[in-house]
């Protein structure tokens, strides 16, 4: 079973930058599609982006790109999410999650493993 726990969440100012980490522990992630998704306050959790496990293919949510940036580091079991020009509606808690069959990278339903979250606040 894997565990997947995030940091790096916290509050930022508008414009600012941010870097979330995902650990995967208890197997490896290596072949795994991983996804980041978010849930803004009274929202349902919606697709950020998403990578193969090869790190040849990334997605993004269009409210994202441009700005936010996904990658992972196989031989560290870790996903990384760069953030940059940070928005106040990029508030939200930040969740990773490993999409086992490498299923469509967007659809949430596709996702096995997810992690606890960390909160990302942009003040404006």
């Known amino acids: 079973q894997v565990q997947l726990v995030e940091s790096g969440g916290g509050l930022v100012q508008a414009g600012g930058s941010l870097r979330l980490s995902c650990a995967a522990s208890g197997g490896t992630i290596s072949s795994y599609t991983m996804g980041w998704f978010r849930q803004p306050p009274g929202k349902e959790r919606e697709f950020v982006a998403a990578?193969?496990?090869?790190?040849?293919?990334?997605y993004y949510a269009d409210s994202v790109k441009g700005r936010f940036t996904i990658s992972r580091d196989n031989a560290k079991n870790t996903v990384y999410l760069q953030m940059n020009s940070l928005k106040p509606e990029d508030t939200a808690v930040y969740y990773c999650?490993?999409?086992?069959?490498?299923?469509?990278?967007?659809?949430?339903?596709?996702?096995?493993?997810w992690g606890q979250g960390t909160q990302v606040t942009v003040s404006s």
């Open positions: 999650a490993a999409n086992v069959m490498n299923g469509p990278p967007r659809n949430r339903e596709e996702y096995d493993y």
């Open positions: 990578i193969r496990w090869s790190g040849g293919s990334t």
